[in-house]
């Protein structure tokens, strides 16, 4: 009896499992499938799970779009720079808030932690305004630039807390053979937190990728736009027809580097999230 | 400035790179100076160069993107500064500050929506985010694909294709999520009335906080005085005021893959020999999990709902994207985060716009700070 019970039981929870799993992903097949129908069927008033007639004409108008191309292309551009200059220098400051002790770092590393309270909105208001003084509005600076300061609390903390576990000898004995700080940061820390790393690119991607305020608020041009601010604009409420195939053909293309990006570092995600979330 | 803006920024880029190299050989070398004339021995000295060399862009860019800014904020807030003007800004006391906390309705309905969205939506995620949890802290097949597939909401996150995905299927009348509503109603009866049940119960609440955010309460009473509702409703998600707030949690809810994550590695990290003992002296499952499972767990509960608030009070992209000009919903939904965007950009009221982002952090701190005086009566740290 018990057996049956537990076999019951195992029963229910892949159902409950799989079901979940459909529901979150679902939003994702809708939308490839509503980029695959025509304007009448996206608004047909019965279900159309997957379209009869495959078309491709979204797509087709999507990709002559010059606005989008460009847009996608100013993405790619953003993330590139932002990336490399905010990872960077995030590996530079973990470095000194894990391996080196100096005066005033427990002060500087409370400092740090408390910046995350801080929401990024507040800042906003008068980052506005000095980077208006710069002459920085309508350019790309002001959504790069400040990343290069390592930009980021929590993620420093999270490559902290991974460099800070590598053996303190390593270091030693690289001294003794006459490294200095530069080396042993460059040839024998970052080779060995390779998946934190990682982990931390992945986030800065996604957040980058998924960027709207900022860029929407110092981009001004559609030549400048990023594509969460063109694709945004894709949809307007005063349209009495909204061009749904097109909006979510340009959806999936959007989204497409991040579910990329994703695959590729779900095994670093899933395990680091759980590294840094409250071992401190 | 070049005409070009990738090239402008190329060499924006190097020249920020070339001063950030700069500040950090000019605070090494300072903190070795400073050491140096405190009569320190030379491996400290050492030390002190290499740290502060190591964490001076940190350091450089809090000054100038953090402190500088927030001093600046600080004083314009008492101001009647705009970008636009020609004029220097006027001094204005705690005129901004009065106006905003006793006569902005504006203001009074953001802070409200925003309270609707905390009191109501992160309960609802994190009862979600801790049920997935529950299901899968198991050794089961497939655990690494159901865990993908929860977690990928939170990469695609408020990314605007994504919401604009969740534009068209909310739809009311030919909306996938109302097809398939509709679709279960008919074939169920019996769910029907549990559906009818949800769509009272949501709009009486949200009619509720509508009315107290605008002072009056006829929505309420023109809510309850139609009783019941029809056989044939559905809910009306991005088309009615009373049904806004509830699309940006059903948003939320769909994200609770980062939480989800937070409280399986708290379900890890709860001895397996305390269930084992408790099972011998016969506890059910349910039991085991309230009172052995769930106080251990209210460290992890504890740094969701932190951080959970924290994001809940900065909400902005769902409410830009689903209801950006559509001017009845914007009011019934609008953020405190979407709020100040609208006052600062839309009208260039940098004195006012100062005066709301100094309260909205004053709101973020008292909120975090009352937490970590309250966690001391029901977090539990006996495992750490």
């Given at each position: 009896m018990k057996q049956y019970w537990s076999i019951l039981k195992s029963i229910l929870m892949y159902f409950l499992l799989t079901g979940a799993t459909i529901l979150m992903s679902f939003p994702l097949f809708w939308m490839i499938s509503s980029s695959l129908k025509t304007l009448e069927e996206t608004n047909s008033p019965g279900i159309i799970w997957i379209p009869k007639q495959i078309t491709w004409d979204a797509y087709l108008s999507i990709f002559q779009n010059q606005n989008f191309l460009r847009s996608y292309f100013n993405s790619v551009f953003f993330v590139t720079f932002a990336l490399a200059g905010t990872l960077i220098s995030i590996a530079v400051v973990s470095y000194a808030f894990s391996r080196v002790d100096w005066p005033g770092k427990n002060f500087v590393f409370f400092l740090m932690l408390s910046t995350m309270m801080i929401p990024p909105q507040a800042l906003i208001v008068p980052q506005y305004v000095f980077f208006n003084k710069l002459n920085w509005i309508g350019t790309?600076?002001?959504?790069?630039?400040?990343?290069?300061?390592?930009?980021?609390?929590?993620?420093?903390?999270?490559?902290?807390?991974?460099?800070?576990?590598?053996?303190?000898?390593?270091?030693?004995?690289?001294?003794?053979?006459?490294?200095?700080?530069?080396?042993?940061?460059?040839?024998?820390?970052?080779?060995?937190?390779?998946?934190?790393?990682?982990?931390?690119?992945?986030?800065?991607?996604?957040?980058?990728?998924?960027?709207?305020?900022?860029?929407?608020?110092?981009?001004?041009?559609?030549?400048?736009?990023?594509?969460?601010?063109?694709?945004?604009?894709?949809?307007?409420?005063?349209?009495?027809?909204?061009?749904?195939?097109?909006?979510?053909?340009?959806?999936?293309?959007?989204?497409?580097?991040?579910?990329?990006?994703?695959?590729?570092?779900?095994?670093?995600?899933?395990?680091?999230?759980?590294?840094?979330?409250?071992?401190? | 400035m070049l005409k070009n803006p990738y090239l402008d920024l190329i060499l924006t880029a190097g020249l920020t790179v070339i001063f950030i190299i700069a500040a950090c050989f000019g605070l090494g070398m300072l903190a070795k100076w400073i050491s140096k004339k405190r009569g320190r021995s030379p491996v400290y000295q050492e030390s002190a160069f290499a740290g502060y060399f190591f964490a001076a862009p940190w350091i450089v860019g809090f000054i100038i993107f953090i402190i500088i800014p927030l001093t600046f904020s600080f004083y314009w807030s008492f101001t009647d500064y705009r970008v636009t003007a020609r004029d220097p800004a006027n001094w204005l006391g705690l005129e901004n500050y009065i106006t905003l906390l006793t006569k902005d309705e504006g203001f009074r309905a953001s802070i409200i929506n925003t309270l609707y969205l905390t009191v109501i939506g992160l309960p609802l995620q994190m009862g979600v985010a801790l049920f997935l949890a529950v299901l899968l802290n198991r050794k089961i097949r497939g655990e690494r694909i159901f865990r993908m597939g929860f977690y990928l909401p939170v990469i695609l996150g408020f990314n605007t294709a994504v919401l604009l995905c969740w534009r068209l299927m909310l739809n009311t009348g030919t909306g996938i999520i109302n097809q398939i509503i509709r679709a279960i109603t008919n074939a169920f009866p019996l769910l029907g009335y549990v559906n009818r049940g949800i769509i009272y119960i949501q709009e009486i609440i949200t009619a509720f906080f509508l009315g107290l955010s605008s002072g009056k309460f006829n929505l309420l009473n023109k809510v309850i005085e139609a009783g019941f509702p029809a056989a044939n409703r559905v809910p009306l998600w991005v088309q009615s005021p009373l049904w806004s707030k509830m699309s940006v949690i059903l948003l939320m809810i769909w994200g609770c893959g980062a939480m989800m994550l937070i409280f399986l590695a708290g379900l890890n990290n709860v001895p397996k020999e305390l269930h084992e003992s408790a099972e011998v002296d016969g506890a059910s499952q349910w039991q085991r999990f309230w009172k052995i499972s769930f106080p251990l767990l209210t460290p992890y509960v504890f740094y969701n709902l932190v951080v959970g608030l924290i994001n809940s009070l900065q909400i902005f992209e769902p409410i830009f994207v689903l209801y950006r000009d559509n001017q009845p919903l914007v009011s019934s939904t609008i953020s405190m985060v979407y709020y100040l965007w609208q006052k600062s950009f839309s009208h260039f009221e940098i004195g006012y716009g100062s005066a709301i982002s100094w309260v909205i952090l004053v709101i973020i701190l008292v909120i975090t700070l009352v937490q970590f005086r309250l966690q001391k009566r029901w977090v539990n740290y006996d495992l750490y």
């Open positions: 790309f600076n002001p959504i790069i630039i400040p990343g290069y300061f390592a930009g980021g609390a929590a993620m420093i903390f999270l490559l902290r807390q991974s460099m800070a576990q590598i053996p303190k000898e390593m270091d030693e004995s690289a001294f003794i053979d006459g490294a200095n700080h530069i080396q042993i940061w460059w040839e024998i820390v970052m080779p060995l937190i390779k998946a934190p790393i990682a982990t931390v690119a992945t986030f800065l991607f996604v957040g980058f990728w998924n960027s709207l305020l900022t860029p929407l608020m110092y981009l001004q041009t559609v030549d400048l736009y990023t594509l969460p601010v063109y694709v945004s604009t894709l949809y307007n409420i005063n349209n009495t027809v909204q061009q749904w195939p097109t909006i979510m053909s340009a959806a999936v293309l959007t989204t497409v580097p991040l579910i990329v990006v994703f695959f590729f570092t779900q095994r670093f995600i899933l395990e680091s999230v759980v590294i840094s979330g409250l071992k401190g | -």
